[in-house]
């Protein structure tokens, strides 16, 4: 019985087809959405970029290592330029860090706490590493950094510009600005071969980045590169890689080039403001003193620091901030930042060719190298 009633319906499918142009199951599927390229790329590190951690013992390493979520640091300001980053719409956030996989779990709850979305989370795999006896490899960092971050370009349109943040403890400023010049077509396979022979990077790893150098359409994408200055490294350390690294000492000082950038709004930096006063302790006095850096190293123009003071007026002035006094303390601030005056300035460190084979002997961390020099921190 159950036969012939299958049969039937077999019969009358026959004889009463699904016309042209009819449903069909194809036109019953919801269409796959495809996602549009990001506008900008925000490429992060993690340890002494976006959390204060110390590693430069043993005991540190493990203290680190061993720390819950809800005890670890963030770097003042970090998290709250972050937010205004994902909230400006068409950014791609991504972090890299020489932190162990094992450490994800953690790390991401972190951020979680921070209020921080992510697109990428790219951790080392060191446990793999040293399992299969590559101990240079554990603590060398282009052969890891360089492949990963030529990885993530892969598949984006040659117009897709980018922003990278590091620090000052290792080679983050050489790794980014070698990352923008192969992109850029600036650095030939021959140089960047000799680069990675001489950094120390395993035979495979050294393949794979000039493997993925080559197969990436040549383009200007990384914009800006930001140092922070965890380890209070002079600042002219870094003129050998142009205008477009610039070391900060704090990330109010990042949010307000990223606002001559246009990459941030006035209200945007406010906030970053806000958070490092309110939840770090900073000082009216602090940040004015950290925007006269600026513009004394040349890293800001004087009109930009007047736009900003400009939008600083009772009337202008949004709700914004947890403190119950914040207008009369961005009035106060932006009657500062007027005060300021004529700041002399250096002169920019000039746009020459980088010598990364110079660059790489200097700024690449040493075994039993000692750092003299440090440079006094901004009050």
Not at 222 to 240: E, G, Q, W, Y
Not at 256 to 265: N, R
Not at 277 to 302: H, M, P
Not at 311 to 318: G, R
Request: positive net charge.
């Amino acid at each position: 019985m159950a036969r012939d009633e299958k049969d039937r319906r077999k019969d009358k499918d026959r004889r009463y087809p699904v016309p042209p142009g009819g449903p069909s199951l194809l036109a019953a599927q919801p269409p796959k959405t495809v996602t549009p390229p990001p506008r900008h790329v925000y490429r992060w590190d993690l340890d002494k970029t976006y959390l204060k951690t110390e590693f430069d013992t043993l005991k540190q390493l493990v203290r680190s290592a061993l720390e819950g979520a809800e005890a670890k640091q963030s770097v003042p300001g970090a998290s709250a330029l972050l937010r205004e980053l994902r909230a400006g719409g068409g950014a791609r956030i991504c972090f890299i860090s020489g932190s162990p996989r094992q450490m994800r779990r953690v790390l991401t709850k972190k951020l979680k706490l921070d209020g921080v979305e992510f697109d990428e989370f790219i951790l080392k795999p060191n446990l793999r590493n040293m399992l299969t006896g590559r101990f240079r490899a554990m603590r060398e960092q282009v052969g890891y950094k360089l492949p990963a971050l030529l990885a993530g370009r892969a598949g984006l349109p040659p117009e897709t510009r980018e922003t990278c943040f590091g620090d000052d403890a290792e080679a983050d400023g050489f790794i980014y600005s070698l990352y923008g010049d192969i992109i850029a077509g600036r650095v030939k396979r021959r140089l960047l071969e000799e680069i990675l022979e001489r950094a120390g990077t395993y035979e495979d790893d050294a393949q794979r980045a000039v493997t993925l150098a080559e197969a990436l359409p040549t383009g200007e994408a990384v914009s800006r590169i930001f140092i922070h200055l965890d380890r209070r490294s002079p600042t002219a350390r870094f003129d050998r890689y142009g205008a477009r690294l610039v070391p900060v000492f704090n990330y109010f000082q990042a949010a307000m080039v990223m606002f001559e950038d246009a990459q941030l709004s006035s209200p945007a930096v406010v906030r970053v403001a806000l958070e490092m006063v309110d939840r770090y302790g900073y000082t009216i006095d602090a940040l004015r003193n950290s925007l006269q850096d600026l513009l004394r190293r040349g890293r800001l123009r004087r009109s930009t620091a007047r736009t900003l003071a400009e939008e600083l007026t009772d009337e202008k002035i949004p709700s914004l901030g947890a403190l119950p006094s914040a207008r009369e303390l961005l009035i106060s601030f932006a009657a500062r930042v007027r005060q300021l005056g004529d700041v002399p300035s250096l002169a920019m460190p000039l746009e020459a060719p980088i010598d990364y084979l110079a660059a790489l002997e200097a700024d690449l961390p040493r075994k039993g190298k000692k750092r003299t020099d440090i440079a006094p921190p901004l009050t």
